[in-house]
């Protein structure tokens, strides 16, 4: 999720931790930053089974306090971005020193639309990295709470940072990764906002994957293991299989819009719209 990128996170412990993928428009190739897919065709037909919503406010005005200070969590996976040990995917394109830099500015830009939800809704943010340590973290990001991700494969470091933020007193947590650069405080405060309704909450990528998963902690206990054991990370079929586990705890999720990622060669054109390159 030095942090983690966020797209491994979903679709297999080499992939950055949520791998969101979005349509590009026809003609330009950005990214439709708001835009929603059906949750039957994302999700294969699965909508008559969940108990879904995908009509969700993106702030709290005018409804009940469902946001509490320091009670919501932001979980962000990372990596440090050290020369040749992140992004390594790009490297042939942009060279070690440029995917490093690809990665800070990616986690720099996640880090800045956290701080803005803070500012919204008095969340707090804790930042799991890899590579680095807390001081060169802290040095680099600033005042933010960092600590290393877990040992493990990814459903293990996913589920214990869930289980880190509910038990120091969260009553919702959010776990994102960094490369995502459409994922703004407007979808995060939605992501939020739909756990004072639903259970969990989960933004698709079009690949299998997912680049965001939200969970209450009065769900989690359910959750927690379905969700993040045994999963085979690095397939396209990370999403389908949530969702079915999902479905048979009778739990209620909403859903995000999906969001393309920065990962690989393909995607260096996306890099290049969002000003990162």
């Not at 979903?10 to 992939?15: D, F, M, P």
């Not at 059906?38 to 108990?51: D, I, N, P, Q, W």
Request: hydrophobic share 40%.
């Amino acid at each position: 999720m030095g942090c983690h990128p966020l797209r491994q996170f979903l679709r297999g412990s080499h992939s950055s931790l949520f791998w969101p993928l979005v349509r590009r428009n026809r003609n330009d190739g950005r990214p439709h930053r708001h835009h929603r897919e059906s949750a039957s065709h994302v999700f294969g037909g699965t909508k008559e089974r969940l108990r879904i919503s995908t009509n969700n406010k993106t702030t709290c005005q005018g409804d009940p306090p469902v946001v509490q200070p320091s009670t919501c969590r932001l979980l962000i996976f990372t990596r440090y971005p050290a020369a040749g040990k992140t992004k390594t995917r790009l490297i042939p394109a942009l060279g070690a020193d440029g995917a490093a830099r690809l990665q800070k500015r990616l986690t720099e830009k996640m880090i800045a639309q956290a701080r803005l939800l803070e500012q919204r809704l008095g969340t707090t943010t804790t930042v799991h990295y890899l590579g680095g340590s807390e001081e060169e973290m802290t040095g680099w990001l600033g005042q933010v709470n960092c600590v290393e991700q877990a040992a493990g494969d990814l459903g293990i470091k996913m589920r214990t940072a869930f289980n880190e933020a509910f038990a120091s007193g969260a009553d919702r947590a959010v776990l994102i990764g960094t490369d995502i650069p459409g994922l703004d405080v407007d979808i995060l405060s939605q992501a939020f906002t739909s756990l004072a309704r639903q259970d969990a909450v989960i933004g698709p990528s079009r690949d299998g994957g997912y680049y965001l998963i939200g969970l209450t902690a009065q769900a989690a206990p359910q959750l927690l293991n379905p969700l993040f054991q045994e999963m085979v990370w690095s397939t396209g079929e990370v999403l389908a299989v949530t969702m079915r586990r999902l479905a048979k705890t009778g739990r209620t999720i909403s859903i995000l819009p999906a969001l393309a990622d920065i990962d690989r060669p393909e995607d260096l054109a996306l890099a290049e719209t969002w000003g990162l390159l």
